[in-house]
T-cell receptor, first 115, second 113 residues
Framework: EPEVTQTPSHQVTQMGQEVILRCVPISNHLYFYWYRQILGQKVEFLVSFYNNEISEKSEIFDDQFSVERPDGSNFTLKIRSTKLEDSAMYFC?????????????FGEGSRLTVL | GDSVTQMEGPVTLSEEAFLTINCTYTATGYPSLFWYVQYPGEGLQLLLKATKADDKGSNKGFEATYRKETTSFHLEKGSVQVSDSAVYFCALGDNNAGNMLTFGGGTRLMVKP
């Protein structure tokens, strides 16, 4: 069964360092997303990506964040200068159609710990 | 803006007990409603969905009915199993808000043998 894969599963970094989280969405999907969940809090939308550009982003997705689909298979989330409050589980997801009519497929998540 | 509120957990039940997890929502448009489940060590996966008022979503013995009048989408199961232990997330997708899902905080269910 096709699945969304994420690497690394856990990353520990120092405040101010750059972090890149990687995702391989399901191959025939057209829409890609990043969500995050701070421990004990809600799953929050960060950004959606379609046709090689950002289609929506939340207030959380500020200038420190960027996404890229560099090679047609990977979908990356970069945090330029990490802050303590960026510590969270980051989920990549993909879908074949828009999410309000279809199904969102999630990866297992990448846990980011900022010290 | 859109929001989803679901009951806080953990919910602890004995095997074969009846389960209800409450979920209410606020949306500007006519959203689709979803329940996602996260088993230990795995990503979220779709459990069931309903796209319009009075629709009932069902899967693996779980059911939820889209109630527009009470803005609710409560999850129910008649007889839970130990294997149902997981975190359950209610979510809505509102086309007026863009191509994204808004999630509730999640409810952890623990089923004891």
């Amino acid at each position: 069964e096709p699945e969304v894969t994420q690497t690394p599963s856990h990353q520990v970094t120092q405040m101010g360092q750059e972090v890149i989280l990687r995702c391989v969405p399901i191959s025939n999907h057209l829409y890609f997303y990043w969500y995050r969940q701070i421990l004990g809090q809600k799953v929050e939308f960060l950004v959606s990506f379609y046709n090689n550009e950002i289609s929506e982003k939340s207030e959380i997705f500020d200038d420190q964040f960027s996404v890229e689909r560099p090679d047609g298979s990977n979908f990356t989330l970069k945090i330029r200068s990490t802050k303590l409050e960026d510590s969270a589980m980051y989920f990549c997801a993909s879908s074949e159609v828009r999410v309000n009519t279809g199904e969102l497929f999630f990866g297992e998540g990448s846990r980011l710990t900022v010290l | 803006g859109d929001s989803v509120t679901q009951m806080e957990g953990p919910v602890t039940l004995s095997e074969e007990a009846f389960l209800t997890i409450n979920c209410t929502y606020t949306a500007t448009g006519y959203p689709s409603l979803f329940w996602y489940v996260q088993y230990p060590g795995e990503g979220l996966q779709l459990l069931l969905k309903a796209t319009k008022a009075d629709d009932k979503g069902s899967n693996k013995g779980f059911e939820a009915t889209y109630r527009k009048e009470t803005t609710s989408f409560h999850l129910e199961k008649g007889s839970v199993q130990v294997s149902d232990s997981a975190v359950y997330f209610c979510a809505l997708g509102d086309n007026n808000a863009g191509n994204m899902l808004t999630f509730g905080g999640g409810t952890r269910l623990m089923v004891k043998p």
